[in-house]
């Protein structure tokens, strides 16, 4: 698989300084936040994220998916088509956390909005920390989430090459993804 090599973890401290210079959000455009109560949404996956990801280090992750993403359309193939409004919410954690009640340091989020004008791949793609939110416009999350519609080293790998709307871990999980439908 071909993967860029660029350091997240640089990415992120970039997108946090410059969400420290800047606040508040682009004139007119939505807002988006991660959902109140998103824990209580199903997991795409019980697999332990706790293995460095390219540029991640051995940050801690665990992933939801709102009620909009549990039927997504499924082709014959195999393949996977979320409906609009959908929101998948990553944790994303320094450290892996000492109690569940832990708040995550970061969030990143992927939202089914075609219409917009920042997606891309049909999601638009965020950065959230504390109250500050970045919505990522160019192709830096989505051009290594193409990743996901081809073979690939996570989950079930993805062995058939089949379109799965950018996701690495997609729900209902696919045979062998280690997810909680299994
Ligand atoms: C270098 C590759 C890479 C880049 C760049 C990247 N991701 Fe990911 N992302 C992954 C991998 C691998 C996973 C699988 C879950 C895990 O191990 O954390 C993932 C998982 C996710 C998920 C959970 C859905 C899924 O694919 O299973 C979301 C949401 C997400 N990333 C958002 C983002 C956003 C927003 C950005 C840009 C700020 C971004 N990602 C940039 C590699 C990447």
């Known amino acids: 698989m071909q993967r860029r090599e660029m350091s997240l973890t640089g990415v992120f401290a ?8 800047i606040t508040g959000c682009g004139k007119g455009a939505p807002a988006y936040r991660v959902t109140e109560g998103y824990r209580s949404w199903k997991r795409t996956t019980t697999v332990e994220l706790d293995y460095p990801i390219p540029g991640h280090g051995t940050a801690y992750r665990r992933i939801y998916i709102s009620p909009e993403g549990e039927n997504p359309q499924r082709g014959i193939d195999g393949s996977y088509v979320y409906p ?3 929101m998948v919410v990553k944790e994303v954690y320094r450290q892996r956390p000492t109690s569940p009640e832990q708040e995550p340091d970061m969030f990143t989020v992927m939202i089914k909005v075609p219409h917009d004008p920042r997606s891309r791949g049909g999601w638009v793609w965020l950065v959230q920390s504390g109250e500050e939110v970045m919505v990522i416009p160019d192709a830096f999350c989505e051009s290594c989430h193409e990743n996901a519609n081809e073979p ?6 993805n062995p058939r090459g089949v379109f799965r709307d950018y996701l690495f871990f997609p729900y209902p999980p696919p045979q062998g993804n280690g997810g909680p439908d299994q």
């Open 14 to 21: 970039a997108v946090l300084l410059v969400l420290s210079v």
């Open 84 to 86: 609009e409004g959908t």
């Open 152 to 157: 690939h080293p996570y989950g079930d790998g």
